[in-house]
Every structure is written in structure tokens, then in C-alpha cells.
Nanobody, 128 residues
Framework: QVQLVESGGGLVQAGGSLRLNCAAS????????VGWFRQAPGKEREFVAA????????YYANSVKGRFTISRDNAKNTVYLQMNSLKPEDTAVYYC?????????????????????WGQGTQVTASS
């Protein structure tokens, strides 16, 4: 089992940057694929980015490609989401999610139902 805690959210002007952190408990964090999802008011939770267990493979939603970067430090049990050039439409609660059995090279990485463990979320607001 793993517990996830997000931090780093806040209020920024459009064009600004934030770095989200997802800190995990447990000694086997490197066994988990990790994804970031977001949910805006009145909308479904959507995929943002995912990273493989070793960190050598990443996937991004088209809406954030080129602006967001996902990375991980398994020695620190932490996954990061660097968000640059933020837009008002990026405003949402951001969640990190992890799963030990997820096949990273399948379409399941985009599916929120494929992840067993979730953090509580952190609010990101980009004002225009």
C-alpha cells in the first residue's frame, strides 16, 4: 500500500509557473506507476501526465504537452509536476495517483479507474 500527499498548489497569474509535489509513503514507491489528473468544477477528472516506475517514460495530455513536465525521484519517494505557461483553463484540483500493477505501455495510463491510490488533491488557480 502507498499513501500520497500533494502539495505546491496555489494562485498564479496566467503565464506563471508552479511545481506540484506528490510525496508517497512506503519503501516500494519505485514499484508504482504514477499519474497526475485534474478536475475542474462541473467537469470530469481528466488525465494530465504519467510517469513510469523508473522515470524513463512519460506521457502527457495534448492540452499540457510542451508546458508541463512530470518527473520523479524514487530516493525521495516523490513525483513532481512542473507547470509552466499556465492558462486559466488549467485551473482545477490536481490529484496524483499510483498503481503497482498498471501496465504503463497501455491505454490504461489515461484511465483514472486504473489507479488504486489517490492523494487528497491540491488547488491550482491561474487567473487571467
Amino acid at each position: 500500500q502507498v499513501q500520497l500527499v500533494e502539495s505546491g498548489g496555489g494562485l498564479v497569474q496566467a503565464g506563471g509557473s508552479l511545481r506540484l509535489n506528490c510525496a508517497a509513503s512506503g519503501r516500494t514507491f519505485s514499484s508504482y506507476a504514477v499519474g497526475w489528473f485534474r478536475q475542474a468544477p462541473g467537469k470530469e477528472r481528466e488525465f494530465v501526465a504519467a510517469i513510469s516506475r523508473s522515470g524513463d517514460s512519460t506521457y502527457y495530455a495534448n492540452s499540457v504537452k510542451g508546458r508541463f513536465t512530470i518527473s520523479r525521484d524514487n530516493a525521495k519517494n516523490t513525483v513532481y509536476l512542473q507547470m509552466n505557461s499556465l492558462k486559466p483553463e488549467d485551473t482545477a484540483v490536481y490529484y496524483c495517483a499510483a498503481d503497482a500493477s498498471l501496465s504503463f505501455y497501455s491505454a490504461n495510463i489515461y484511465n483514472r479507474n486504473a489507479y488504486d491510490y489517490w492523494g487528497q488533491g491540491t488547488q491550482v488557480t491561474a487567473s487571467s
